[in-house]
């Protein structure tokens, strides 16, 4: 080893003479280089053809006499199949169209559909679970609807449908999308471990102050002070304001109610009982839970939160992966005067986006798939998937029927979905922005950074800029000046 | 003449690569910041409106703004000196020093998706490796990424994860360092740490150049990691301009908005690597 770290016995030799004699070698070697060289590429060449015939083969047509109906849905992994046997269902069951389906993952399915918009090969259908049907509608990525449906269609939707499926699908004055399912929520909780906290599961609480006192006898400490288990903390303002009375709607002038007395109250509420744990303990606590989509990272399966407010599709994921998972479902209370039956759902649709080039077939397929050509043929894929059917009648149909009977806490959401003043997140177009700023704003209040009337009249404040925004850049009398108010199909 | 034109068809794959690919789209997004385009529909004219509502009428921007400087004044300088010293070490002849580098090379070439999902968990506040170690020293570690106060350090510290591409260079720099300064030193009677100062510094500027500039460029792009790990979050901590443009750009649909954020980002790139470049002079020595 050298004494000194940055002397290099090898290259104190001068440089310059080394490097040309290096170069005087390579010129010598230069004959031989050229048989590697192709031998090197024989070799790659070689390679990517055993790789190119290694590929699966482009997927045949079934059908190739038929006219294609591209699909687009963001059901991947074990749901896929689910997705598959609609698809194989609605091609068995008609000669005109062959449904080809394609499974994009939901984190990149939006980008995806605009640059095959923008590129002209978008696909005749695509379904989606993110309330985006405003923004969306207004930007001209959609096609409205209304002269592909027949009378009989727009009296199922309007006379047999949940309310909220139509607010969900409707924006601008039209029918942008065919509902295929909803998603709302509800109290799951865990019977053994409300038990053993003294409490009787039998009587559920039934105002959600109630409901702070039953979650309270269910959190634990560790030795150092840090919380363990939760028993209940609310989250989703848009789900909790309804209670209060408020929740976010649109305004005749195209803006959304935001900065109320009721929203204010129940922001306030949820943000009072992070104060109540300590805001620091609840960032600690929350940073260690999955918040996972996957039943076996849901923090209520391994008993961190004996009382969640979750969606519907819970259940059919307990009865897959958690079966020995002792539970129940009970509607999210309201407030002591508070409003009942009042809550929030989102909406999947299925739409055609702008240049789909088989309308028609994409038409049949959502009929097919949603329940409007056959509500019992709905109830079948809807109790195979779990999902909440946006059709009464779907609900009714035999399979479904089935489906309810083996998975009977199913119930609560299709009785908590029923009713005039459940909302979905208002369709408008500043939608996407608004939904992303006030998960940001509640989450400033239960952070401790803002109180809930600063961060409503920020919020409100933040969505008129946006608004005002595009509607300046918006043509005359454009959807996306999000100035024209949504009205039945 | 015609070897000429042999050339330029042998690089023409790459020529049109880089005008329909590069070119193209750099002068298009010129024209689109000037229009509100939402990719469906045409661009329509807006003049300065995106400008205006960027500069004057819009805090989200000032804030990525914010944290993109600061990621780029700290992280950067930060990861030329933690290189370079990894470099000096690296650079010291011992037994089994190939292994070393190559330990340290490895993190480089870890895809950023792959150690950023395992970042995650570890800095987990709760359950977490970091924190695991930390409670067995009797501190209670932070909310790294949840926590506002927390998350651009963490960001930041994170970033020397990947240094290991720097420190190659700096190798290479160090090894081109002429020999015969050092004897040239060592006779005079300089030590270690005299030669280290009045040599290998002045003779490595090059690369320290080199690296502190690609550092900033690459600080004004930073988004796989923010976007993985904290997606702009929280409380906007760390939304980064490259993160934000992205948001604009796909998740509002807001593509005419988004180029002009990234041309007043090219525009920022530009005017502070042409700081650097005016003041190369005076500290960056060529042979």
């Keep these: 080893m050298s004494e000194d770290p940055f002397y290099d016995e090898r290259s104190s030799r001068d440089s310059h003479t080394v490097r040309l004699a290096y170069v005087r070698l390579d010129e010598r070697r230069t004959p031989p280089f050229m048989p590697w060289l192709l031998r090197g590429l024989a070799a790659l060449t070689l390679i990517a053809a055993i790789t190119w015939f290694a590929l699966p083969a482009p997927m045949q047509r079934q059908f190739p006499e038929r006219l294609p109906v591209r699909l687009w849905h963001q059901w991947t992994g074990e749901r896929q199949p689910l997705i598959d046997a609609i698809v194989a269902a609605f091609n068995r069951s008609q000669e005109r169209y062959e449904v080809i389906a394609l499974a994009v993952p939901a984190v990149v399915s939006d980008q995806k559909l605009m640059l095959a918009i923008a590129g002209g090969e978008p696909p005749d259908v695509m379904t989606q679970w993110s309330p985006t049907v405003g923004s969306w509608a207004a930007d001209g990525l959609l096609q409205p609807l209304e002269d592909l449906l027949s009378a009989e269609d727009h009296r199922v939707l309007r006379e047999d449908g949940y309310p909220v499926a139509l607010k969900g699908a409707q924006c601008h004055g039209h029918l942008y999308g065919i509902p295929i399912g909803m998603n709302n929520f509800a109290c799951y909780f865990r019977p053994d471990l409300v038990r053993a906290a003294g409490l009787d599961p039998d009587h559920f609480p039934e105002s959600l102050e109630e409901l702070v006192a039953w979650g309270r006898k269910l959190d634990r400490v560790d030795a150092q002070g840090r919380l363990e288990r939760v028993g209940f903390l609310p989250s989703r303002l848009a789900v909790f304001a309804p209670l209060f009375g408020g929740g976010f709607k649109e305004r005749p002038d195209g803006g959304i109610t935001i900065d109320n007395e009721e929203n204010r109250r129940a922001l306030t509420f949820i943000g009072e009982v992070y104060r109540h744990y300590g805001y620091e303990r609840m960032i600690q606590f929350r940073a260690s839970l999955n918040s996972g989509s996957l039943a076996v990272e849901w923090p209520f399966v391994s008993g961190l939160y004996p009382i969640s407010v979750d969606g519907q599709w819970r259940v059919e994921q307990l009865a897959n992966y958690a079966p020995e998972v002792e539970y129940r479902t009970a509607p999210l209370p309201p407030p002591k005067g508070g409003r009942v039956n009042a809550g929030f759902a989102t909406v999947n649709l299925a739409f055609i986006p702008v240049g789909a080039k088989e309308r028609h077939g994409a038409m049949a397929f959502m009929r097919f798939w949603s329940g409007l050509q056959d509500p019992a043929i709905a109830g079948t894929f809807n109790a195979s998937g779990g999902w909440l059917p946006p059709l009464r009648t779907t609900v009714e149909s035999p399979d479904f029927q089935a489906f309810l009977k083996k998975n009977p806490q199913f119930r609560t959401f299709i009785t908590a979905v029923d009713g005039p003043d459940v909302e979905p997140v208002p369709p408008v177009a500043y939608q996407v922005f608004f939904t992303s700023r006030a998960w940001q704003a509640e989450d400033r209040v239960v952070r401790g950074d803002k109180s809930a009337e600063q961060a409503l009249k920020d919020l409100e404040a933040e969505v008129e800029r946006e608004r005002g925004r595009r509607s300046r850049l918006s043509r005359p009398g454009s959807p996306r000046s999000g100035a024209i108010n949504g009205v039945a199909p | ?287």
Aim: glycine share 6%.
């Design chain 2, 1 to 287: 003449m015609r070897r000429d034109r042999l050339g330029y068809l042998f690089i023409s794959p790459w020529l049109i690569g880089f005008a329909v690919f590069t070119a193209l789209p750099f002068i298009a997004s010129v024209c689109l910041s000037f229009t509100h385009y939402t990719v469906a529909s045409s661009p329509t004219w807006v003049g300065l409106a995106n400008y205006q509502t960027l500069l004057f009428d819009d805090p989200s921007f000032w804030t990525a703004i914010w944290n993109t400087l600061v990621y780029a004044l700290v992280a950067v300088p930060l990861g030329v000196a933690a290189a370079f010293v990894l470099a000096l070490l690296l650079n010291v002849e011992v037994r089994g020093i190939g292994v070393y580098r190559t330990i340290f090379f490895l993190p480089h070439i870890v895809p950023v998706v792959a150690s950023s999902v395992v970042f995650m968990w570890v800095l987990n506040p709760q359950i977490g490796l970091a924190n695991s170690i930390l409670r067995l020293v009797g501190i209670d570690g932070p909310a790294w990424l949840q926590d506002p106060s927390w998350s651009m350090t963490t960001l930041i510290m994170l970033s020397l994860w990947g240094i290991g591409g720097s420190v190659v260079i700096y190798l290479a720099g160090l090894k081109d360092v002429p020999q015969s300064l050092y004897e040239a030193a060592r006779i005079d009677g300089a030590n270690v740490v005299q030669r280290a100062i009045h040599i290998t510094m002045p003779m490595m500027t090059p690369v320290i150049f080199f690296n502190l500039v690609m550092g900033i460029i690459h600080a004004f792009q930073y988004f796989t990691q923010a976007y993985i790990l904290t997606s702009g979050g929280p409380q906007e901590s760390t939304l980064f301009l490259a993160l934000y443009l992205f948001f604009r750009a796909w998740r509002y649909l807001d593509l005419g908005y988004a180029s002009a954020l990234a041309w007043i980002m090219f525009v920022l790139v530009a005017s502070i690597t042409y700081g650097l470049f005016k003041t190369h002079k005076r500290w960056v020595h060529y042979e």
